[in-house]
């Protein structure tokens, strides 16, 4: 299947007082049509930045997306385009959903205002044509009375409301990709529980692709079709949900899933990968990982393994798929569903 999204070597970097910090370095990945692809990893891992990457949202300077990087959309390199160009995909044909609705949504301004803007910025209609389409949006979202919650102002709402517009705003131009980057951040589980429905509905009926943006295992196991583990600003590891969840093949995997509570196997303590994601300014030698893996040997700490195959539809950042043998009994693989 051709992919509806395709990016190829995106590095990003930033200035900063100690160095040049690479915040994504050499990421590669496709997105199918109609499918969901889960990008995953600790806090710091380099997520949020990719995905702003791909619509041009990372401020230049102190930002510095390399040249050699490509996001090919429709056939076109969507970081080449500017102006008018860059604007039509940005929100017609590629949309975002931000992780905090308060500090997204303009607080002067109706929500049903701001749909509405969204409208008109990217298709012909009138003021009346872009309210009808806004109060429709409103609906298919799920937000009660959206005739009378057209004029509120986004303090009026509450954090689950407020994401609702967030993703009315989004879908109003009939987009073909939704990024959602930490949809559920600040929401109760109930809530976080509607929104994930919401958008898995909204997929089908719509047949959105999807790139989600979380460090939630449970909820990524249960929405998403593909996963992608970032590590120190590179995907170390991508497969089916299925099979990585089954059997993660990067100990930075497996030490996720096993720091992950279940409900199955109740633990009286969690897991925890000691050590924390290193400094952009100062990623490690060889494998990134290899500081806080349990598994490490002296080719891990000399040489960076490239994204290996570990079987048909998925693969590694390690070498452990070479050298199965070097694996050390003491972890093991972790089982089920997070």
């Known amino acids: 299947m051709t992919p509806l999204l395709s990016v190829r070597n995106l590095s990003v970097s930033f200035a900063t007082p100690r160095g040049v910090a690479r915040a994504v370095d050499d990421v590669s990945f496709d997105l199918l049509p109609g499918e969901t692809l889960a990008l995953v990893g600790e806090s710091g891992c380099g997520k949020t930045v990719t995905a702003l990457s791909l619509l041009k949202l990372i401020p230049e300077p102190p930002g510095r997306t390399d040249p050699r990087s490509r996001v090919e959309y429709a056939g076109t390199n969507v ?33 049903g205002s701001q749909i509405a803007e969204t409208v008109r910025a990217h298709r012909e209609t009138d003021r009346a044509g872009a309210r009808e389409r806004a109060v429709g949006m409103m609906r298919l979202a799920g937000i009660p009375e959206p005739e009378e919650r057209y004029g509120s102002y986004p303090h009026q709402l509450s954090g689950g409301l407020k994401q609702r517009i967030m993703i009315a705003i989004a879908l109003s131009c009939e987009p073909r990709i939704l990024i959602a980057d930490e949809p559920t951040t600040a929401l109760d589980v109930t809530i976080q529980a509607q929104i994930i429905e919401l958008l898995s509905d909204l997929r089908k009926r719509l047949g959105l692709a999807v790139l989600l943006i979380s460090h939630d295992l449970g909820l990524v196991a249960g929405i998403a079709d593909r996963v992608a583990v970032m590590y120190a600003g590179r995907i170390v590891e991508e497969a089916t949900t299925a099979d990585l969840f089954a059997r993660p093949r990067h100990p930075y995997t497996e030490g996720l899933l096993q720091a992950a509570p279940r409900v199955d196997r109740p633990q009286a303590a969690l897991a925890a990968i000691p050590g924390s994601v290193p400094s952009a300014t100062a990623w490690p030698s060889g494998c990134r990982f290899h500081p806080r893996c349990p598994h490490a040997w002296d080719r891990c700490i000399r040489e960076e393994p490239g994204l290996l195959q570990a079987g048909a539809t998925r693969s590694s950042r390690c070498w452990l798929v070479v050298e199965p043998e070097r694996r050390r009994p003491a972890t093991t693989a972790v089982t089920g569903t997070a």
Not at 89 to 109: C, D, H, K
């Open 79 to 111: 970081l080449a385009l500017g102006g008018e160009a860059l604007r039509q995909v940005r929100g017609g044909q590629i949309a975002m959903v931000f992780q905090e609705p308060t500090t997204s949504l303009n607080p002067v301004l109706t929500v």
